[in-house]
């Protein structure tokens, strides 16, 4: 019988069963990212979640560019909730109108970025450390 494995953290952990030192998140300029590292990862954003009491779900945008930290934290946050990534090119008219139509719970922004033009301040404004 064939086992099966749902869900991100149920493919990394078997992913991960073969060669947790394996890398799976590769990026120029950044140390490659093992299986069992991204896990790790992914935990410890599951816990960030449940903290500011965001459920399986609940909504969450994130406005990050592409690359490493926008692999990581989509992998983390669709591990947790639902998942709507937002280009950061966007105006804030432009995010008005999708965050409206998403009624997302939080918005997960670069730290330091100007997140004030992103959310109307209902919503939980969750910085990376990117």
């Not at 952990?13 to 060669?19: A, C, I, L, R, Y």
Request: proline share 5%; hydrophobic share 45%; aromatic share 8%.
């Amino acid at each position: 019988m064939t086992k099966r494995y749902w869900g991100i953290r149920g493919l990394l952990g078997v992913s991960g069963e073969h060669g947790p030192q394996g890398h799976c998140v590769l990026e120029t300029g950044f140390e490659p990212l093992g299986y069992g590292q991204l896990l790790g990862q992914i935990t410890e954003g599951g816990r960030a979640l449940r903290s500011w009491r965001i459920m399986q779900r609940d909504r969450v945008v994130f406005i990050l560019p592409n690359g490493l930290w926008f692999a990581i934290v989509f992998l983390g946050v669709a591990a947790h909730a639902e998942c709507a990534p937002l280009a950061p090119a966007q105006t804030r008219d432009q995010f008005a109108f999708l965050l409206i139509g998403l009624a997302a719970k939080a918005i997960v922004v670069p730290a330091g970025s100007d997140s004030a033009r992103l959310s109307d301040g209902r919503e939980k404004v969750l910085p990376t450390s990117s």
